[in-house]
């Protein structure tokens, strides 16, 4: 199953990506971050791995995306 | 399972450039289109494994701190005028990939004129156009790309056409200019649109890998602080309000029918270019000291006056030529107006030891004076220090200084110069009565200001002559 991870002090909790993801497996987090926000959490269960929520995020770091590597 | 997606390499792990505690987080706000736009770059650049030739240009604006963030060369620009910077560094750097990151504010409004320029040339370049219809940075004043209606902190009623006039198209503007390769608008209004953007910006950039010509993409972007709209918000207007106006598409691709042209690289130095501009040969600068010099003739602040076609302004520029050529910091200043044509024509030379602050010449040291009005206008007390030295032509000048407190050179140098030939060189004779008297100035130093400054060569041993006839005039003096 594909899944992604993000990096909680990375997050500015715009709201991006959550909104973005087409299958709503993103949600906020009730705890603040070293930035002062509510990051975004996946909840990765029904996670696609579409990469959607990645290219909607303006941070460089917070959001990684993994997947099956089918060449492999 | 494996990373499928991360932090494009085209970045910097660590941003040591920024002056903020954390060196990992960006310096936008939460939301910013600045940052969307960044990653497609920054991927892009590690995919085609060009960070080692690439150079970034941060404009003014949010993202000036673009060479905080991306690994590769770097340049911060002045407003508006990164067209013509990447202009010179494609130029110079032809392998290398040369990127001008733009707000609309930088691009449309203060550098409209930069962009019109390099992309009627067609450079070589690739531009991204980031248009948040304001200007960010500075707090959201209206910009040339701000939406009819849009309140702004310049346009508190909204944009009206009647006032401001309509939103500016870029990329449908240089559509219209013969040289541009590929212009496309895009936005980052929803993940189709992110994806398009994605291309487009590598397309660009290959087209600028391939020599193609001018690429520019507008990325229709947001401001979520200064729209006073929430990021999710802010991506929702551009669907609404901005993509009505500003159409995306691709607005013209001529890729594949340019062919791939590589600018040369100009080479200053070369062998070549030296004798095409008639450059004199490389010398080590000569240290300044003017130790060997009498005291009254250091730093002079000079005044040359006579009539237009005496060659005066000829005879400053060749002292101040010659003074660099010796080392010293020299100042020319030619008055030109009206009087120059036939009337009367004056310079202020200074040749110093020291930096010179200002180069015109109030109260002179040496009066070199070609006629007799000029004797009796700059002789006054209050053009001419006491002790100074006044040299002036006795074929013109029938009357006497009145000054007494003065060195006199009188010297027939328009005489002297119409028994060799040719009444223009007076001047020249002049310049070895300078040089002889002063020792300011050597025959070498000024034999190679002749040859920058004389542009007839045949001349030149006329010149030589006449400044060799000025100094035994001198010598013969003694
Ligand atoms: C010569 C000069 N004029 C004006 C400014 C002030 N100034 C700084 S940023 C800016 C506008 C930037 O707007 P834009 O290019 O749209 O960038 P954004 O911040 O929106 O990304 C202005 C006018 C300046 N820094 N330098
Ligand atoms: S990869 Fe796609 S499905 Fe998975 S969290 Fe991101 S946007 Fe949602
Ligand atoms: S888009 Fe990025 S910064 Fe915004 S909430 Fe999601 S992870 Fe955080
Ligand atoms: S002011 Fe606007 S353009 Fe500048 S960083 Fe903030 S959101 Fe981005
Ligand atoms: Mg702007």
Redesign the pocket.
Known sequence: MPKIEIDANHCKGCGLCIDACPKKVIVFSEDINKLGYHPATPKNEGCIGCGICFYTCPEPESITVYKEDKSA | MNIFLRKPKGFYDVYLRSPASDKTNTHYCPGCGHGIIHKLIAQAIEDFDIKDRTIMISPV?CSVFVYYYFDTGNVQVAHGRAPAVATGLKRANPDSIVISYQ???DLAAIGGNNIMQAANRGENITVFF???????MTGGQM?PTTMIGQKTMTSPYGRNIYNEGYPLKVVELLATFEATTYLERVSIMDAASINKARNAVRKAIQCQIDNKGFSLVEILST?PSNWKMSPVEAKKWIKTDMITYFTPHVTKDKINERESHKVEKIRLNSEETKSKLDLPEKRDLVKIDMSSVKEKYKNPRIKIAGFGGQGVLILGNMLAIAGMEEGFNVTWLPSYGPEMRGGTANCHVRIDEKPIGAPSVAKADVLIAMNKPSLEKFEKEEYLESGALLIYNTTLIDIEPSRKDVDIIAIPATKMADDMGDLKVANMIIIGAYMEKTKLINEEALERALQTGVKRKNLMDLNKKAIKAGMDFVKNLK
């Open positions: 604006g707000g609309d504010g980031v248009n948040n219809a304001i200007y960010g910009a401001c």
